[in-house]
């Protein structure tokens, strides 16, 4: 029998019957796997504060909160605006967008991602209260930089921008400002220890935009695997993963840190790997890349972060 031959009423019951439910939508919707780049700044920024012996909980739990809701609502800002612009396709190869497939309308996406932008905002006025007013004006860029991601007149990542954003909010501020926030002061160390966070940070990018190069393309999606072309967009990822493991290296080298926080060099089997699949594999197949690098920014960040408390 043919779906069309089905009775109304039993064709709308088998749909309810196949639609997820309201949780595992909203779960989805939030991409807990992406959870990942949010916690481990704060991780490294929380280790590097323990090592000067200023770590303090309740500053790094908010940073976390802060931190988690920022990359929430930036999910859920793209979900929307890519969207709206017709970028989420039958062609995309990645996971499912709760709003094109029709889950959610954007009315509740848009709700949602208000909700999540508000809950970062009122646990930063936290961090605000307990260091500096200069946290409010961060934050307030922070979430306006997670709504330009997609949306906007000049969203960042269709204009070859959204590699520059996630290695500067993700890595740099995000780690920084943790460490700020315990120690309340800016040691020119912090960025340096900041630095292999927004590269690995960026290299999750780099593979996700290397997946969709030819559907971004196709719908005017100028992102820098489109600007690059796949060949340089590889060795862009490569660049990354280098730059990753050179900070500490070059920390200890000239004096600036101890030979601890080259634990991070430990998750070099996981790296090559990496680089050999994303040399090897196209479109779906670097779904898997995808899953790999998000485990190596987690690994590497978790071996220099232990190295710090050493």
Known sequence: MDVKDIP?????SQENALRPSTLKIWLLATRPKTLT??????????????????????????ALLVAFFIQIGT???NDLFDFQKGADTEERLGPLRVTSAGLVTPKQITIACAAAFGLAFLCGLFLVYSTSWILLVVGIASILSGLAYTGGPFPLAYNALGD?????????VAT??????QTHSLDPIAFWYAVPV????????IVNNLRDV???KKHSKVTTAVLLGPPMTRLFYLSMILLAYAVPVVLFLTGKGTAWPMLAIGSLPIALISLKNVWQ?????????LAQTSILLLSTCLLMSIGLIL
Do not use: C, R, W
């Open 176 to 181: 920084v400002g943790t460490f700020y926030v």
């Open 37 to 62: 780049a949010a916690a481990v700044p704060v991780v490294v920024g929380s280790a590097l504060a323990h090592s000067m012996g200023k770590f303090a909980p309740a500053q790094a739990l908010a």
């Open 214 to 216: 030819h559907t971004d």
């Open 8 to 12: 109304h009423g039993e064709h709308i």
């Open 281 to 289: 594999k196209e479109g779906a197949e670097l779904n898997q890349v």
């Open 198 to 205: 927004g590269a690995l940070s960026t290299a999750i990018l």
């Open 164 to 172: 520059l954003f996630v290695f500067i909010f993700f890595g740099l």
């Open 75 to 77: 999910n859920f800002a």
